[in-house]
C-alpha cells in the first residue's frame, strides 16, 4: 500500500523559510513521480512542484520557481521541498501525491496522496 505523510509545516514570519518533507513507503520508489500540491481556504488545489524518483528531474511552477527547490533522498525514500522567501499568499496546507510515472509533469493526476501539513506565513 502507497502510503505518503508530510512534515515540516508550521508558523513562519514573511520572507522566511521552511522545508517539507514526504516520506514515502509501499511502492518502488524509482517508479513514481512525487508531487507537491497546495490549498489555501476557499481556493482550489494548486499545483507546485514535482520531481522523477528515477532521474531527479524536476518540475516547478511559475508561481513559486525562484523560490522553491524539490528535492529527493532515495535513501531515506523521502521528497522534499524546500520554500524560501516565503509570501502570506504562499499559506495553505500542503500536499504530497504520488504517480507511478519517471517522468517529473503534472499534467497528469496524481493517484496517491498524503494527509497534507499546514504552512501558515504571517505577514
Known amino acids: 500500500e502507497v502510503q505518503l505523510v508530510e512534515s515540516g509545516g508550521g508558523l513562519v514570519q514573511a520572507g522566511g523559510s521552511l522545508r517539507l518533507s514526504c516520506a514515502a513507503s509501499?511502492?518502488?520508489?524509482?517508479?513514481?513521480?512525487i508531487g507537491w500540491f497546495r490549498q489555501a481556504p476557499g481556493k482550489e488545489r494548486e499545483k507546485v512542484s514535482c520531481i522523477s524518483l528515477s532521474d531527479g528531474s524536476t518540475h516547478l511552477e511559475q508561481s513559486v520557481k525562484d523560490r522553491f527547490t524539490i528535492s529527493r533522498d532515495n535513501a531515506k525514500r523521502t521528497v522534499y521541498l524546500q520554500m524560501n522567501n516565503l509570501r502570506p499568499e504562499d499559506t495553505a496546507v500542503y500536499y504530497c501525491?504520488?504517480?507511478?510515472?519517471?517522468?517529473?509533469?503534472?499534467?497528469?493526476?496524481?493517484?496517491?496522496w498524503g494527509q497534507g501539513t499546514q504552512v501558515t506565513v504571517s505577514s
Open positions: 509501499g511502492f518502488t520508489f524509482d517508479d513514481y513521480a
Open positions: 501525491a504520488a504517480r507511478r510515472s519517471t517522468v517529473a509533469t503534472m499534467i497528469f493526476p496524481f493517484d496517491h
